[in-house]
């Protein structure tokens, strides 16, 4: 259960293929649309330098995904989440591009 993509910091383009468990298959589409909703809770917060807002969904984040099998959505997660502790807001704008880049381009396969 790992991504076969490494995620950079430009993110490259095309697919990123993960391998997830098929006991979490029906669980998956709603995992993916709450991570496409935080995503733009956390775009707005940082339009109005609400770091403590995108420090917690980028900790829940973190901690999810990682138990899915999303493991580059945890490192970009937990770069967002330092990144909020010290208001470091060009790193999490750079992030949140990343991690949409992500979202758009993952395929989900089941083992």
Known sequence: MSDMTP????CGAGPIVVLVDSAFEPLIPKFMAN??????????????????TIRQLAHGMKGVSGSYGFHAMTTIAGRMEEAAKVANGTSIRQDLLELASYLTRVEITYE
């Open 7 to 10: 995620v950079t910091s430009s």
């Open 35 to 52: 991570r496409n909703k935080e995503l733009a809770t956390m775009t707005e917060a940082l339009a109005t330098s609400d770091f403590a």
